[in-house]
């Protein structure tokens, strides 16, 4: 059984850094992905960030803030830099058993995290 735990969130001031951890388990097969969502209110879910079992990786969001990354515990880091007030959201941590590639839909991924907020104010 796949589990996600996300943690990290929290406020941060305007052009502040985040960090947001994906813990993961439960990987079976040669070949997963990934990624990062976030879901602010009254917008639809959007990628942010995607990262693959051969550590092909992809950024949707502002590629030149944010960036992930994996370590040799299969935990999913998504690095936030120069956060601004139009990143406040909810942020999930998504996968997906089976595909070679990143995909940037949320409709590809069977698995989800409960989601951890991210709120940038001043």
């Known amino acids: 059984q796949v589990q996600l735990v996300e943690s990290g969130g929290g406020l941060v001031q305007p052009g502040g850094s985040l960090r947001l951890s994906c813990a993961t388990s439960?990987?079976?097969?040669?070949?997963?992905?990934i990624s990062w969502f976030r879901q602010a209110p009254g917008r639809e879910r959007e990628g942010v960030s995607c990262i693959s079992s051969r550590r092909q990786t992809a950024t949707y969001a502002d590629s030149g803030r944010f960036s992930i990354s994996r370590d040799s515990a299969n935990t999913v880091f998504l690095q936030m830099n120069s956060l601004e007030p139009e990143d406040t959201a909810v942020y999930y941590c998504a996968a997906s058993i089976g595909p070679r590639f990143c995909q940037r839909l949320s409709r590809a991924y069977d698995y989800w995290g409960q989601g951890t907020q991210v709120t940038v104010s001043s």
């Open positions: 439960g990987f079976t097969g040669d070949f997963y992905i």
